[in-house]
Nanobody
């Protein structure tokens, strides 16, 4: 079955950087949408970034554009989220997710993601 395993979370001061990793298994990795989401306490889950693994097209939430970069290593079935210039408001549980329809134009449709990892905590202190 589909497995998504996140790693790389932690605590960092404002202005710092972290890189999250998501190792995927249990399905055909190529030509899918892989996304990163986050959920802060008391807030709804929001889409942060997504990539179409079949061609590298990326999508970003406005709140992270210019600071976060999503990338992939297809040889390792792994997607990364490089987070720079972190702010306290970036504090949240970060989740990796898969949208399995395999259509690039769906990657930015955050509500369609249907497989989820267990999450990794990111805490940014001021």
């Amino acid at each position: 079955q589909v497995q998504l395993v996140e790693s790389g979370g932690g605590s960092v001061q404002a202005g710092g950087s972290l890189r999250l990793s998501c190792a995927a298994s249990g399905y055909t990795y190529s030509s899918n949408c892989m996304g990163w989401f986050r959920q802060a306490p008391g807030k709804e889950r929001e889409g942060v970034a997504a990539v179409y693994t079949g061609g590298g097209v990326t999508y970003y939430a406005d709140s992270v554009k210019g600071r976060f970069t999503i990338s992939q290593d297809n040889a390792k079935n792994t997607v990364y989220l490089q987070m720079n210039s972190l702010k306290p408001e970036d504090t949240a549980m970060y989740y990796c997710a898969l949208e399995s329809a395999g259509l690039e134009f769906l990657c930015g449709s955050w509500a369609l993601y249907n497989y989820w990892g267990q999450g990794t905590q990111v805490t940014v202190s001021s």
